[in-house]
């Protein structure tokens, strides 16, 4: 899944895609006259990606004289400065993956998501997905996303033999987390794993923490820009921070890694927990098959919010409004949505939201039973960065980071946080 935009040397790269693809063409975002189907996405792993390059084979073979192209960007660029320097480019995607929420209200406000209701409704998407997974994928009452897949964005996972190993059980509570970071260290073990170079990674951990501390509904208020990083219970839920900090929960190299580099620490073993996204399970399926890990919802705070709620997201593909070929990108979602092929993405340790062919491989259990996490909950919080406005996550990210750093008290870091935001 995905993220945003920190350092230089990422901003060099998102710099040289503009310059790129200005020089294409004379830009406006207008879709390309020619025989090519241009696909843009974050880079979903190879097991994934492996399965776009087969529907792209697919697709070629019962469309002669077309070609696919598929365009994988890094999460951090393409979520900040790629995908919209890709639509605004003269060869733009016909078709684009995004997040549900306030990204793809901008992108059709931008005039870059195409109406697809009358292919869902009578063409070639009819009934492949379930009327329910495009409740989240409408704007203005029109159908302008195609679902992909649900991630829970955010649980802590954790190693089930080193856990077992050093007498620790998966912490329900905020206490009982910070008693078993307390437990591990003495025993050597670093407790939990982070790679939060890119800010994101516990930037969203945090973030489920101070919907639950403050309630959903300030935690909405102030990420849209319609209340202060100064509410109640902001510096409350920012003071849980800096226990972490306080009893060393995280590893020293946490704002040196990235997310694939703290998720490597875990799946290697270097670390009992980690709290990241539901896509851990494909990495794990794929790199460390072997390693026995498992996960509990955020533990529970004393706060407003609901205990029980979960983070997450919905994601899908769009069809570019200025393509001159929504008709053979309808048929290319089509085809990516077909059984054999949602039974190909099940192998890879992705669950879609279509329906699988009948005698599909078993589901991972642990999948199965994040994807009813999130379909039982009762709340739902989306992440910062896709769901509200992104210099908003950005401030609060970077607020989060100075804490655990140790660089600012909670008051502080928010108060510069509104300061970034432009709200101060």
Same mark, same amino acid.
Not at 79 to 105: C, H, M, T
Not at 386 to 408: D, H, I, M, Q
């Given at each position: 899944?995905?993220?945003?935009?920190?350092?230089?040397?990422?901003?060099?790269?998102?710099?040289?895609?503009?310059?790129?693809?200005?020089?294409?063409?004379?830009?406006?975002?207008?879709?390309?006259?020619?025989?090519?189907?241009?696909?843009?996405?974050?880079?979903?792993?190879?097991?994934?990606?492996?399965?776009?390059?087969?529907?792209?084979?697919?697709?070629?073979?019962?469309?002669?004289?077309?070609?696919?192209?598929?365009?994988?960007?890094?999460?951090?660029?393409?979520?900040?400065?790629?995908?919209?320097?890709?639509?605004?480019?003269?060869?733009?995607?016909?078709?684009?993956?995004?997040?549900?929420?306030?990204?793809?209200?901008?992108?059709?406000?931008?005039?870059?998501?195409?109406?697809?209701?009358?292919?869902?409704?009578?063409?070639?998407?009819?009934?492949?997905?379930? @009327?329910?997974?495009?409740?989240? =994928?409408?704007?203005? +009452? !029109?159908?302008? &996303?195609? %679902?992909?897949? *649900?991630?829970?964005?955010?649980?802590?996972?954790?190693?089930?033999?080193?856990?077992?190993?050093?007498?620790?059980?998966?912490?329900?509570?905020?206490?009982?987390?910070?008693?078993?970071?307390?437990?591990?260290?003495?025993?050597?073990?670093?407790?939990?794993?982070?790679?939060?170079?890119?800010?994101?990674?516990?930037?969203?951990?945090?973030?489920?923490?101070?919907?639950?501390?403050?309630?959903?509904?300030?935690?909405?208020?102030?990420?849209?820009?319609?209340?202060?990083?100064?509410?109640?219970?902001?510096?409350?839920?920012?003071?849980?921070?800096?226990?972490?900090?306080?009893?060393?929960?995280?590893?020293?190299?946490?704002?040196?890694?990235? @997310?694939?580099?703290?998720?490597? =620490?875990?799946?290697? +073993? !270097?670390?009992? &927990?980690? %709290?990241?996204? *539901?896509?851990?399970?494909?990495?794990?399926?794929?790199?460390?098959?072997?390693?026995?890990?498992?996960?509990?919802?955020?533990?529970?705070?004393?706060?407003?919010?609901?205990?029980?709620?979960?983070?997450?997201?919905?994601?899908?593909?769009?069809?570019?409004?200025?393509?001159?070929?929504?008709?053979?990108?309808?048929?290319?979602?089509?085809?990516?949505?077909?059984?054999?092929?949602?039974?190909?993405?099940?192998?890879?340790?992705?669950?879609?939201?279509?329906?699988?062919?009948?005698?599909?491989?078993?589901?991972?259990?642990?999948?199965?039973?994040?994807?009813?996490?999130?379909?039982?909950?009762?709340?739902?919080?989306?992440?910062?960065?896709?769901?509200?406005?992104?210099?908003?996550?950005?401030?609060?990210?970077?607020?989060?980071?100075?804490?655990?750093?140790?660089?600012?008290?909670?008051?502080?870091?928010?108060?510069?946080?509104?300061?970034?935001?432009?709200?101060?």
């Amino acid at each position: 899944m995905n993220r945003l935009k920190r350092t230089i040397g990422l901003l060099a790269g998102a710099a040289s895609t503009m310059m790129m693809f200005a020089a294409c063409g004379n830009g406006g975002g207008q879709g390309a006259d020619d025989d090519v189907l241009r696909i843009a996405m974050v880079s979903p792993g190879e097991a994934q990606i492996r399965v776009w390059k087969d529907i792209a084979k697919q697709y070629e073979k019962a469309h002669p004289g077309m070609k696919v192209q598929l365009n994988f960007q890094d999460d951090d660029l393409y979520q900040s400065v790629g995908l919209p320097s890709l639509l605004n480019g003269r060869k733009a995607p016909d078709i684009y993956f995004e997040w549900a929420g306030d990204r793809l209200a901008t992108r059709v406000k931008d005039g870059f998501a195409a109406d697809v209701g009358s292919y869902v409704g009578n063409g070639p998407l009819k009934g492949l997905i379930g @009327d329910s997974a495009y409740n989240l =994928m409408k704007v203005g +009452g !029109k159908t302008v &996303m195609v %679902p992909f897949a *649900s991630d829970v964005t955010n649980v802590l996972w954790y190693n089930t033999k080193v856990m077992s190993g050093a007498g620790v059980a998966p912490p329900k509570t905020w206490d009982e987390l910070l008693a078993a970071c307390d437990t591990l260290r003495s025993k050597g073990i670093t407790p939990i794993a982070a790679g939060n170079k890119d800010l994101w990674p516990v930037g969203n951990w945090i973030a489920h923490l101070v919907s639950r501390v403050a309630g959903e509904s300030s935690y909405a208020q102030v990420l849209s820009g319609k209340a202060g990083f100064d509410s109640p219970g902001w510096s409350d839920a920012l003071g849980h921070v800096a226990q972490l900090r306080d009893h060393k929960c995280l590893n020293d190299t946490a704002s040196a890694l990235n @997310d694939t580099e703290g998720d490597q =620490m875990f799946l290697q +073993g !270097k670390a009992a &927990m980690h %709290p990241i996204g *539901s896509w851990l399970v494909s990495a794990s399926i794929e790199e460390a098959p072997k390693l026995e890990i498992d996960y509990v919802n955020l533990p529970s705070v004393p706060g407003s919010g609901d205990q029980n709620s979960v983070i997450g997201v919905a994601t899908g593909y769009v069809i570019n409004a200025k393509s001159k070929k929504i008709k053979e990108s309808a048929d290319f979602l089509a085809l990516a949505n077909s059984g054999a092929n949602v039974t190909a993405f099940t192998k890879s340790g992705t669950v879609p939201q279509a329906k699988p062919a009948p005698g599909g491989p078993p589901v991972d259990p642990r999948t199965t039973r994040l994807n009813a996490l999130l379909s039982g909950a009762k709340t739902l919080v989306l992440p910062p960065d896709t769901g509200y406005e992104l210099k908003r996550a950005e401030a609060f990210y970077r607020a989060v980071s100075l804490v655990l750093g140790g660089k600012n008290k909670p008051q502080d870091a928010l108060a510069a946080a509104a300061r970034k935001a432009g709200t101060s």
